[in-house]
Antibody, heavy 118, light 110 residues
Framework: QVQLQESGPGLVKPSETLSLTCTVS????????WSWIRQPPGKGLEWIGY???????KYNPSLKSRVIISVDTSKNQFALKLSSVTAADTAVYYC????????????WGQGTLVTVSS | QSALTQPASVSGSPGQSITISCTGT?????????VSWYLQHPGKVPKLMIY???NRPSGVSNRFSGSKSGNTASLTISGLQAEDEADYYC??????????FGGGTKLTVL
């Protein structure tokens, strides 16, 4: 059974960089897309971007200038960096596995709340 | 990219059927059969209910079904049960190779 677990600081100061890691267990990180998705409190889901295990990435155009997603296949981990954060970036951040074609998210992490506040 | 359009809320009585719509454009919903649906109970992780417009993953009740016409996808839940009360989100692949979610629909079982 594949499991994903997010880790990282729960509090980030405005203008700083949010950094999260997702550790994948119970399966290989190879041959799938690995996404970050976020959900502000009381609001809907927003796709942030994905990384393919070989390192290719795609980002939400609205966040593209501030997002970097990377992968470490040796550790079965992938990571999110979101720079210049504001209070609007406060959200539960989920990592998820995506099946390539037909593109759906079958496994999700439990989510981690990141609050942007001074 | 704009979020897909879903009704903010729908409701139904136990045993009834309801349908949730998800409207996009020819660049996403209308252009590909890559629409998926997720159920999210409060405080819980989203769960995949439908993929490829109308396919159910193993373990998902056949009371859940999906369809698409033009730029609008739909999720139908038949034989409503109290446990179906949740938020539902659609998602689609786009012609920019990005993904987009709907704004979410709150289902209330009366």
């Amino acid at each position: 059974q594949v499991q994903l677990q997010e880790s990282g600081p729960g509090l980030v100061k405005p203008s700083e960089t949010l950094s999260l890691t997702c550790t994948v267990s119970g399966g290989s990180i190879s041959s799938y897309y690995w996404s970050w998705i976020r959900q502000p409190p009381g609001k809907g889901l927003e796709w942030i971007g994905y990384i393919y295990y070989i390192g290719s990435t795609k980002y939400n155009p609205s966040l593209k200038s501030r997002v970097i997603i990377s992968v470490d296949t040796s550790k079965n981990q992938f990571a999110l960096k979101l720079s210049s954060v504001t209070a609007a970036d406060t959200a539960v951040y989920y990592c998820a596995r995506e099946i390539p074609t037909p593109y759906y998210f079958d496994y999700w992490g439990q989510g981690t709340l990141v609050t942007v506040s001074s | 990219q704009s979020a897909l359009t879903q009704p903010a809320s729908v409701s139904g009585s136990p045993g009834q059927s309801i349908t949730i719509s998800c409207t996009g454009t020819s660049s996403d919903v209308g252009g590909y059969n890559y629409v998926s649906w997720y159920l999210q109970h409060p405080g819980k992780v989203p769960k995949l209910m439908i993929y490829d417009v109308s396919n159910r993953p193993s373990g998902v009740s056949n009371r859940f079904s999906g369809s698409k016409s033009g730029n609008t996808a739909s999720l139908t839940i038949s034989g409503l049960q109290a446990e179906d009360e949740a938020d539902y989100y659609c998602s689609s692949y786009t012609n920019s190779n990005t993904r987009v979610f709907g704004g979410g629909t709150k289902l209330t079982v009366l």
